[in-house]
Structure formats: structure tokens, C-alpha cells
């Protein structure tokens, strides 16, 4: 596979692999710098965007896509270029994620429906999203709290409304002991 890539201004070529719906470019200064700031991997010297995060960058005009011969400017084309690409998982994520990097976190996406998450004061979650209209499990809510708690993390979830409204809640470990009156 050969990358060739091209920088214009501030703005990063990125090709796209609707194989595996990731973006990737050759590593330079840009890629060095948007790395630092938590997003995308390298992988063998390539530096691959996931599509969430590549999604949030073209929307705030930080790459292109290149398409053969044609750019991809917006993320419109690129949803109608690639759209099955594009899961149910995948509008809930770049919310929660736009939101997040709007209030100055640093997101890394590790899975659907997941992101770690470092605050400002330098703490690390796990932030878990779910949607209102799903229902989910109390066990699977501990599941997921037990899984932050094992790796020393706090668990987040972030609620999408219908409204595509955020509200986040952190839990935190709680024993509840009930003891047994005697009537005398």
C-alpha cells in the first residue's frame, strides 16, 4: 500500500478503508501533533483515525478525505460516500464524543458505545454510552462499573436523549448493609 499525503494550511489528507471504516495517513508533524492530543494509533508507522474520530475532525475541518481523485470535504459526503460504514452505534458516539472534546477532555474511542476519557485534572474513566429509548440491565450496569473499578478507573455513563440531549452520571461503589431489628 502506498500513502501519499498532502497537507493544505491546517488541514490533514486522510485516505479512507471502507473495509474497515478507518481513516489512515503517512505519520508527520500533523498526525504527531493530533496523536498528543489523544486521537488516532500508529500502526507500523501509518497513523489510522477511527471513524468517530475522523468524523468529529472533518466536521471541524481538520482533514479531507481523499476519494481516488475527489475530496470529501464534509461529513455528509462522507456518510453518503460510506454509508454502510455508519452504524446505529455511531451517531450516539460522536456526540458524547464532539461534547467531550468541546469541554476539553481528551477521548480515546476503545470499542462501540466506550471511550476512556482523561479530564482536565488529569483522572482517567471510562465513560459507557447509552441510548433512552434502549433498556438496559442492572447487570449490565454493574458489569460495566466492575469492569472501570478492576482497571482503577471511574465509570461514567452518558445518556443520549431522544432529543440527542447528554446527561452523564457517575457512579461510585456503595455497600448497603441492612440489619435486622428484633421486636423485644
Given at each position: ?97 464532539k461534547d ?32 433512552e ?52
Open positions: 500500500m502506498i500513502i501519499l499525503m498532502t497537507t493544505r494550511n491546517d488541514q490533514l489528507t486522510v485516505f479512507f478503508d471502507e473495509n474497515n471504516c478507518v481513516g489512515f495517513t503517512k505519520r508527520n508533524s500533523l498526525t504527531d501533533e493530533l496523536h498528543e492530543k489523544w486521537f488516532g494509533v500508529y500502526r507500523e508507522g501509518v497513523f489510522v483515525l477511527n471513524l468517530v474520530e475522523l468524523a468529529y475532525l472533518l466536521s471541524n475541518s481538520r482533514v479531507v478525505v481523499k476519494n481516488g481523485d475527489k475530496d470529501i470535504s464534509t461529513l455528509q459526503e462522507l456518510v453518503s460516500q460510506y454509508n454502510k460504514c455508519f452504524d446505529t452505534s455511531f451517531w450516539p458516539m460522536l456526540s458524547v464524543f467531550l472534546r468541546e469541554r476539553g477532555r481528551r477521548v480515546r474511542v476503545l470499542g462501540p458505545m466506550k471511550f476512556l476519557v482523561k479530564d482536565k485534572s488529569g483522572d482517567l474513566r471510562l465513560v459507557y454510552i447509552l441510548e429509548k434502549y433498556s438496559v440491565s442492572v447487570n449490565r450496569l454493574v458489569e460495566l462499573i466492575d469492569e472501570a473499578r478492576r482497571n482503577n478507573l471511574k465509570a461514567t455513563l452518558a445518556i443520549v436523549s431522544l432529543q440527542g440531549e447528554l446527561t452523564y452520571y457517575e457512579s461510585n461503589l456503595v455497600d448497603l448493609w441492612v440489619e435486622k431489628n428484633e421486636r423485644v
